[in-house]
């Protein structure tokens, strides 16, 4: 049974358990030909001299340097035979001379006198023995990396084997009743609810690949516990390293734990880590088992905290507690950004947070993206990574986070959008990508993006907003938001697209207009506040004389089109407000209500960034236009 000491512990605290628990494997024998991407176990000493001969640098003849003195074009020197020999370009130079003639600086006779037209140098276009490594040389030194630069010339100076960190043999297995192979689960037109593919195991490959560490994996196993136990019994000798993937929470099926308990030694169990926290590790007598959490984003984070971790140990006996984090996550180099919002975190747990960047101003902020453990889609998308620490609770607007960033960021050439959701609108980054430039999309609805605009803290928004005082779109809000500013603002409109409601396929609560959202029988996904969609969707359910209190599902939001549609699609609603497009990929039926217009604005100030330009040059692309025809919904203006 695990020590109570050693649950709900500290990364920290579980790295000196870890050290205390693992060592090092013996450095392995390796040839030469199968060390590229190895690591050196130890100094390699050059067994010969490269060259192990004098060579000739070129074709030519080789000859006595003294006897060319005063040689010219217009007065060569002649060597009769036997005082010269021919010579190929790496072809060995006899002792009795001292340099090699260019045969373009020759004239052979018929009589076999050479002439020599350059005066010469002893040691002239000769490659000396040892000239690139003498016999005895260290010529790599423990640590390095094999390249193909090294290996080639560990081969030239005489090395056929080398002494090479360990390669830790490693186990993923993942589990669970739930889970479908992933090339099962791409087939799967529609995969039942309940069940997820295998992409885990994706991941988990990746993240070995990155690290130049070898993986084995089988299939998934059934949550069975005397499966998983018979499993791991005739495999903790074969490998160093077994992860057992899910199963490790509390469940009546999550049997992980126990397993490993009841086979090994337990070293820890829980974390202090959001996401992570489930995470826990056992000596099982032959391998190091360690549970990883089935949710992807704590999956990897496990494989950054504690798999990179013991890997190292296991290869080299230890690790830097500095950089080991930022070599698992194969970070691009580090850096401080300012945030464009608060975020608060849990109190005494290590967090990640996964960030998205841009310069604004001349500053570089960001702000952080879904921080749910089975947020896959964010991890992907992030520029960089932090790690809160246990006494974090709260992180103000403007607070400085330090990060390790995951890609190369064209700070210059990129820019930041905040404001209305649109999938046709998004389609534009591509085109924006084409023309050397990045554009970042955040959706904060239109009046969240105006907000934005005013207070510096993105390059553009869009909006389409309704004044139900007046019926104009936009201009009333873009005057109250900006007061004497909004003379600086520029405005285009993009498009037009229809609005509607969105219901399934066949309309079963024959929903037809607003008027029916205040039916008893009708549910309703709405958008968040300020979203230009939910503020026409109160302007007609005014016009109805319907209280938003008396329809259904009101105060449930999506931040998204396709958030809201998707919820109508898995029956989760009725209904929802939103756009054709939208309701034509999700093949759900529409009932138009409005036509409205997309309108970008921006700060004329701005005019001249580089991705703004790029963004309004896209505007007019037809590939784009054409993209946008495809989806249906739209319309451009004139």
């Known amino acids: 049974m695990v020590e109570k000491d050693r649950m709900h512990i500290p990364l920290k605290r579980a790295w000196e358990i870890l050290r205390q628990n693992l060592a090092p494997l013996p450095p392995e024998e390796t040839p030469i030909e199968e060390a590229l991407g190895r690591t050196l176990a130890g100094d390699v000493i050059s067994k010969r001299n490269v060259p192990h001969y004098n060579a000739s640098a070129m074709d030519g003849y080789c000859l006595s340097s003294a006897a060319t003195a005063g040689a010219t074009p217009s007065s060569p020197v002649h060597f009769p035979p036997g005082e010269y020999q021919w010579v190929n370009t790496g072809g060995d130079v006899h002792p009795r001379f001292d340099c090699v003639a260019m ?243 849990s109190f005494g747990r290590e967090e990640w947070v996964r960030l998205k960047c841009a310069e604004i101003g001349g500053e570089k902020k960001a702000y952080p993206l879904s921080s749910g453990a089975s947020a896959l889609w964010s991890l992907s998308e992030t520029d960089g990574l932090a790690l809160l620490p246990l006494e974090t609770a709260e992180r103000a ?50 009046l969240g993006g105006l907000a934005a605009l005013s207070r510096g803290e993105c390059h553009a928004a869009a909006c389409h907003l309704l004044d139900p005082e007046t019926g104009a779109y936009n201009t009333p809000y873009i005057e109250r938001l900006f007061g004497d500013e909004a003379a600086q603002i520029a405005r285009r409109v993009v498009f037009y697209r229809r609005q509607g409601i969105m219901v399934r396929k066949g309309n079963p609560k024959g929903i037809r207009s607003v008027a029916d959202l205040g039916r008893e029988d009708v549910s309703i996904v709405n958008r968040q506040p300020g979203a230009g969609t939910r503020v026409l969707l109160d302007y007609l359910l005014r016009e109805e004389g319907i209280a938003p209190e008396n329809v259904r599902g009101y105060e449930f939001c999506s931040a998204t089109h396709f958030d809201a549609g998707n919820r109508v699609l898995r029956g989760l609603a009725d209904a929802a407000a939103g756009i054709k497009s939208a309701a034509d990929a999700l093949g759900l039926d529409f009932i138009p209500l409005a036509e409205e217009p997309y309108e970008l604005v921006y700060n004329k100030k701005d005019g001249d960034h580089p991705g703004l330009r790029s963004l309004l040059d896209a505007l007019g692309d037809p590939g784009w236009k054409s993209l946008v025809d495809e989806m249906g919904g739209y319309r451009w203006e004139g």
């Open 103 to 345: 045969v373009e600086d020759t004239s052979p006779a018929e009589n076999g006198v050479l002439s020599v037209a350059s005066t010469l140098v002893a040691g002239e276009n000769i490659r000396p023995l040892g000239e690139d490594v003498f016999l005895g040389q260290v010529i790599a030194r423990e640590g390095d990396r094999i390249n193909p630069a090294l290996n080639s010339l560990l081969g030239a100076a005489g090395v056929g084997i080398i002494r090479t960190l360990p390669l830790p043999r490693t186990l993923y297995v993942p589990t669970g009743d739930e889970v479908i192979p992933l090339d099962e689960w791409i087939k799967t037109g529609s995969p039942p609810a309940g069940m997820v593919g295998d992409s885990n195991s994706l991941l988990v490959k990746g993240y070995f690949d990155l690290w130049g560490l070898p993986l084995d994996r089988v299939p998934r196993l059934p949550d069975d516990r005397e499966v998983l136990k018979t499993f791991l019994k005739e495999n903790r000798d074969k490998y160093d390293l077994i992860l057992i993937g899910a199963g490790s929470a509390k469940g009546e099926k999550d049997y992980a734990f126990p397993v490993m308990e009841e086979l090994g030694v337990p070293l820890f169990r829980w974390l202090l880590m959001k996401p992570g926290r489930p995470a826990s590790a056992a000596d099982l007598g032959g391998a190091l088992a360690v549970n990883l959490p089935g949710f992807p984003m704590s999956n990897a984070v496990i494989l950054w905290s504690l798999v990179y971790p013991a890997l190292q140990l296991l290869q080299k006996g230890d690790f830097d507690e500095e950089k080991v984090l930022s070599e698992a996550i194969g970070a691009k180099g580090e850096g401080e950004v300012s945030l464009l919002s608060s975020y608060s975190s």
């Open 397 to 446: 607007k403007g607070a400085p986070v330090k990060l390790w960033f995951l890609r190369d960021i064209n700070w210059e050439d990129r820019i930041l959008f905040q404001g209305s959701n649109d999938p046709g609108f998004e389609r534009i980054a591509t085109f924006v990508k084409k023309r050397g430039a990045e554009v970042v999309m955040r959706s904060v609805g239109s």
